[in-house]
């Protein structure tokens, strides 16, 4: 028995998402020659390379596909098959629409897709290359509780933090890139800027040179992705601290 079978089980009792009423509408449909996923793989590495902006169903991509990218999309439907479905297991609330949509394009390898499955085909990269970062987080990081700020929250301070890495999150109308870094007590802490920043080369060239930096600025508490950590506003570089 499928996952997609079990979790239709699970589920058949829930009182349907409002949304799904909207499904009974017509959508323009997609039919790919080739693994959807697949062809995500190979946009999101033409689109990052600088070489422009593509549709999913451009027939170009088609000639781009590598062993490597057939290889990250068998990963990525692993990794994201396994995940909702234990969580759809040991979670009192039931999946969302876009979780038992993703489950299902997923699993069946539907390759005939309108225009939701699409998007969710179109961002399955950037969110896997997004929880790979996240789950080594987890794994080394206190991000399972923060101690809350209270009016700490309100004053400027200075933090002296080791960089770890960047991730980029593909939203539904622009790119946000996030800056990672860590304090000597293992808290998590991010910067969040749009991909479009003129700014970020600067930012980049900084920290290639630089793997401890001295922020003056004010925190707040976060969380994305059952991950707690403070999040960094209104800050700017400072000499090292005396």
Known sequence: MTSTVILQQIQARQTLDPFLSNLAMAERITEFKEDPLV??????????????????????????ITDQDRALAEK???????????RALSEVRPLSDYRRRLINLLENRIRSCKDQDCGIYYKLPYFYEEDVVYEEFRKKLKTTEIKPLGMERQNIVVKSLEFLTTTLSAQRKRKIIRYWFKDSSDYLYGIELTSDNPLLPIFDDYLKENSTVNFKTRIVEDRIDNMNFYKLHAYKFVKEQQ
């Open 39 to 64: 062809l995500a793989c190979v946009r999101k590495a033409y689109e990052i390379s600088g070489k422009g902006y593509v549709s999913l169903d451009d027939q170009s991509l088609i000639g781009l």
């Open 76 to 86: 990525i439907r692993e990794y994201y098959t396994k995940k909702f479905f234990w």
